[in-house]
């Protein structure tokens, strides 16, 4: 698809574009005067990177995430607008002609397209555990990576692993990460990650034509920079001590913190609690499970879903609700009180004074003069 | 109404009582400049649960109320027709003059962002169903109209003069400056008497519809004062809390006008070793207990029916405030009631002095004593908060003082037919 009429023809609503675009900018914290940068960056679809997204070790859940993504519209624009050149699961292609696309694409846009890596990819037994058209999974990472600008994995398999890496790891699975080693790599860990994460890193590099800051364990910071627990809805029954005791107790009814059934967001970086899922309309804190930890390596399967995290810096709140107030606003002073009783004291001094002078007959007539 | 009726009071200007009065005006303006450079924390206390301090209390909500000296005169002399009276109006009036003038500079001096104020002389801007716009309108428009009601006594000062002041000061300014006395100078100022002189009379004419003006605005914005602490029925306590503060407000100020009448005349002959008025004092003061018998009806029928009776009489910190305010205008009334106190200047004074004194209490118990904007929330006014409504008012007894000896405001002398004044 070249052309921009085309895309409002492929179903594409104006009011949708704009709406992702201003989506899309908000999250990656971008003032708003940066939407129509952004909606430019996305309508510009000549010279749109190629897209190469293979699928390893995975469940396709990565896919099927960003697919059923509440924007069916935003899912077929930024399949459309990024040139998805191979995709397993969506591609109509299959077999040998399937095949025969990848390495045409990858010949074509050598050192310019980006590539995509759902799933984790087994190492032992030279990969013999994953293999796709006769290749195992680390033969067509490496190929696939030598002529990338950059690498996304999505998920957490792709990016640390993910579940087929947990001890004993009969099959050697690791991240991108621990394979490809000379070209940037933005992890979009999570599981599965919220769509808009992976759609919000690739239109900032659509706009800046750069990479977005990342944090140590590669995520962009835009949607990994802090902690679930420091935006949860939840928060103020955490910071009250309101904690759910048990599934189906009334502590978990009224919506208290989950924190003693297991929650990990004190320990997750993750952007779950703002932006939420199928369209910001839930989450799983939201709808009474703890997070379990998704996007973290260290959590994800590593630690049974009820232990509790330790938290080693609980970020104290400011104040508490304003319930029982300490003092406020400025009262007497020794002073001012002092001048006050001399004043009303001579004043009233003087007030007795003035009524003892003051004639108190009656007198005849038209009465003048004061008594001395 | 004849302009005879009053007199100048011919004394020297400048006595110990005005020193002390121009160095109190002058700190009080001054911390007044410095709250306008510093903003308004810098000389108060007030914060955002007590927004109104003792500037509104005071300056605004109790300084109207002292004077409606010259609402009460008014309504006594041209509503009820006692015309004997009407020698007192023109002092009644001064003083209600630089009352309103100074409360609505205090509430120049009180609002947040001063510079918005301009917004207040736009129409379009108006809300005209706030109890407060119509309080600030009715001030505003009520202070042009005492203006215009002190008019003839400026109009006759200027018809009468003979610029003796200027034209020694001109002839003080050529001597040590060199300066010369302008070019037809005694034509120019004889054209301004001349104005004066063709303006008095037309507005001798016109006077009475602005005496009718000067009648309703403070019946309308008096009432005002109290239905702005309507609004705080969470905050202001139940013994002052009624759906009868607009009426309670109404009153009070009637019987505090007639009060402070009263005060001022004597006091004023005191200082100024003039004889009483007494008849008239007299008359003033068998009006007095009516009002009061009024307010305190309406008061103690009030809690008697919302059934705080209770809580008046519980000795707690506000039924102490409430039962002090009571006790003083119940028993001022209690004294006027009695024929032989009347006809005492002596009674006349105290019991005057614990009317006004009680009515300003009750005033302070709705806007700061008994108002508790919420747990943890203190005020007491700061020092130099005070200092600047000490200053106002210096500032309104020094005017009186200052303008009594230049225009004819005080009334005649009939007996003597002279000046009875011995040296001030």
């Known amino acids: 698809m070249k052309n921009i009429d085309d895309l409002w023809k492929s179903g594409v609503t104006r009011r949708d574009f704009v709406k992702t675009c201003v989506t899309v900018s908000a999250m990656l914290g971008l003032p708003f005067g940066m939407v129509s940068k952004v909606a430019a960056a996305a309508r510009n679809a000549d010279g749109r990177p190629a897209v190469i997204w293979l699928h390893f070790q995975e469940c396709t859940g990565c896919s099927e995430s960003l697919l059923r993504s509440s924007h069916p519209s935003v899912a077929s624009l930024i399949l459309d607008m990024i040139s998805l050149d191979y995709h397993e699961t969506l591609m109509a292609g299959s077999g040998h002609q399937a095949e025969k696309a990848l390495n045409d694409s990858m010949a074509a846009n050598k050192g310019k397209y980006i590539l995509v890596v759902e799933g984790g990819i087994p190492t032992k037994d030279n990969g013999i555990y994953c293999k796709v058209a006769g290749k195992t999974a680390l033969e067509s990472l490496r190929t696939a990576a030598e002529g990338a600008v950059a690498i996304i994995p999505i998920g957490t398999c792709a990016s640390y692993g993910g579940i087929q890496s947990v001890g004993p790891n009969p099959t050697g699975a690791v991240g991108v ?196 | 109404m004849g302009h005879d009726e009053y007199q100048r009071y011919d004394a020297k200007i400048l006595t110990p009582s005005f020193i002390v009065l121009l160095a109190l005006t002058l700190i009080g303006f001054f911390l007044i400049g410095v709250r306008f450079v510093k903003g308004i924390g810098a000389v108060s206390n007030m914060s955002d649960g007590y927004p109104w301090g003792i500037w509104i209390t005071y300056d605004v909500a109790t300084g109207t109320a002292i004077a409606c000296g010259g609402y009460a005169m008014a309504i006594l002399i041209y509503i009820r027709n006692h015309m004997r009276y009407h020698p007192m109006i023109r002092s009644a009036i001064l003083t209600s003059m630089f009352g309103y003038g100074l409360a609505g500079f205090s509430v120049m001096v009180d609002v947040g962002r001063p510079w918005n104020a301009y917004n207040f002389f736009i129409p379009s801007k108006w809300q005209a169903n706030s109890a407060m716009f119509e309080v600030a309108l009715c001030v505003m428009a009520y202070t042009t109209v005492l203006l215009l009601e002190f008019m003839p006594a400026i109009l006759t000062y200027l018809e009468k003069t003979d610029w003796h002041t200027l034209q020694a000061l001109m002839d003080r300014l050529h001597k040590y400056t060199g300066i010369n006395r302008p070019q037809r100078m005694d034509e120019r100022l004889e054209s301004v008497k001349d104005l004066a002189a063709w303006l008095h009379p037309r507005l001798d004419k016109v006077l009475i519809f602005v005496i009718v003006l000067g009648i309703t605005l403070p019946t309308m914005h008096q009432s005002s004062l109290g239905s702005l602490l309507l609004i705080a029925s969470t905050k202001l306590h139940p013994l002052w809390h009624t759906g009868f503060l607009p009426l309670l407000f109404l009153i009070n100020c ?99 002095a614990l009317i006004v004194l009680g009515g300003a209490l009750y005033r ?61």
Request: include cysteine; charged fraction near 20%.
């Open chain 1, 177 to 372: 990460r621990d394979i490809i080693k000379d070209k940037p790599i933005i992890n979009i860990p999570g599981c599965p990650p919220n769509p808009y994460n992976f759609l919000s890193t690739v239109l900032y590099y659509l706009t800046f034509k750069k990479l977005p800051d990342l944090d140590q364990l590669g995520r962009p910071t835009f949607a990994y920079g802090r902690r679930i627990h420091e935006h949860c809805e939840r928060r103020p029954h955490f910071d009250a001590g309101r904690f759910s005791k048990a599934f189906g107790d009334p502590t978990h009814a009224e919506g208290y913190c989950l924190y003693k059934l297991g929650c990990k967001g004190p320990a997750t970086y993750a952007n779950c609690s703002v932006t939420r899922f199928n369209d910001g309309v839930a989450w799983p804190v939201g709808i009474g499970h703890p997070c379990i930890g998704c996007t973290e390596p260290e959590i994800l399967f590593k630690t049974a879903i009820a232990d509790k995290v330790q938290i080693h810096e609980p970020t104290p709140f400011d104040s508490y609700a304003p319930v029982d107030l300490k003092d406020k606003g400025k009262g007497a002073d020794p002073l001012t009180t002092g001048v006050i009783g001399l004043a009303a004291g001579t004043a009233i001094g003087a007030g007795i004074m003035l009524a003892k002078r003051l004639p108190d007959a009656p007198e005849k007539g038209d009465d003048h003069g004061k008594t001395e």
């Open chain 2, 254 to 352: 009637m019987f505090i006008g007639y009060s402070i009448a009263i005060l001022e005349s004597i006091i004023s002959c005191y200082a100024f070793r003039r004889p009483f008025e007494l008849h008239e004092l007299t008359g003033l003061a068998r009006i007095i207990p009516w009002l009061t018998v009024i307010w305190l009806t309406v008061v103690i029928g009030d809690l008697a029916w919302r059934k705080q009776l209770g809580a008046a009489l519980s000795l707690d910190f506000y039924s102490r405030f409430f039962l002090l305010e009571f006790c003083l205008v119940a028993g001022g009334s209690l004294l006027l009631f009695s024929g032989r106190k009347r006809s005492s200047i002596r009674w006349l004074f105290v019991s005057a």
């Open chain 2, 364 to 424: 302070f118990n709705v806007y700061l004593i008994g108002f508790n904007p919420g747990k943890g929330w203190h005020y007491f006014p700061a020092l130099a908060e005070l200092m600047i409504t000490v200053g106002i008012v210096a500032f309104e007894i020094l005017g009186y003082q200052v303008l009594v000896k230049i225009l004819p405001v005080l009334p005649r002398l009939h007996t003597r037919g002279q000046l009875d004044a011995g040296k001030a």
